[in-house]
């Protein structure tokens, strides 16, 4: 039965686990970082498959006037259940009178589709530009 959280987790290799099964290796070259990183996000919502760590929504920001999803994850053998849908659908609803909600994500027809059904506009259909800078 999957279960749902809003308790921070510090289980370094339940993090690793889960970021490795979707191929996001660059949070995970050092458990510590990533463990902090959850640990001073603003808010974390997981999902559990009888204590195993299958999907994760991470947030930044400062809880009053902006929003930043950093991550949202779901292992593979998970997804097209709606955990990334509940995972979502959760943390908007848990920030409803924020304004600005933004996140930076790969550019594909099923990501696009997935974060316009929660009302999410993609920048380049509009009058906003994002811009970003990466190492």
Same mark, same amino acid.
């Given at each position: 039965?999957?279960?749902?959280?809003?308790?921070?987790?510090?289980?370094?290799?339940?993090?690793?686990?889960?970021?490795?099964?979707?191929?996001?290796?660059?949070?995970?070259?050092?458990? /510590? @970082?990533?463990?902090?990183?959850? &640990? %001073?996000? +603003?808010?974390?919502?997981?999902?559990?498959?009888?204590?195993? *760590?299958?999907?994760?929504?991470?947030?930044?920001?400062?809880?009053?006037?902006?929003?930043?999803?950093?991550?949202?994850?779901?292992?593979?053998?998970?997804?097209?259940? /709606? @955990?990334?849908?509940?995972?979502? &659908? %959760?943390? +908007?609803?848990?920030?409803?009178?924020?304004?600005?909600?933004? *996140?930076?994500?790969?550019?594909?027809?099923?990501?696009?589709?997935?974060?316009?059904?929660?009302?999410?506009?993609?920048?380049?259909?509009?009058?906003?530009?994002?811009?970003?800078?990466?190492?």
């Amino acid at each position: 039965m999957i279960t749902f959280s809003d308790k921070k987790i510090y289980n370094q290799n339940d993090l690793i686990e889960l970021y490795e099964s979707v191929g996001w290796t660059n949070y995970t070259k050092d458990s /510590q @970082v990533l463990a902090n990183a959850i &640990k %001073h996000s +603003l808010y974390v919502y997981t999902a559990w498959d009888n204590g195993t *760590l299958i999907g994760l929504i991470r947030c930044i920001g400062d809880g009053t006037t902006i929003l930043y999803i950093q991550d949202i994850l779901v292992r593979p053998d998970y997804q097209h259940i /709606q @955990v990334g849908s509940t995972l979502m &659908k %959760h943390t +908007l609803d848990h920030f409803p009178d924020i304004r600005q909600k933004v *996140l930076l994500t790969e550019e594909t027809p099923k990501t696009r589709k997935f974060y316009e059904k929660f009302g999410f506009s993609s920048c380049d259909q509009g009058t906003l530009v994002a811009f970003y800078r990466s190492f």
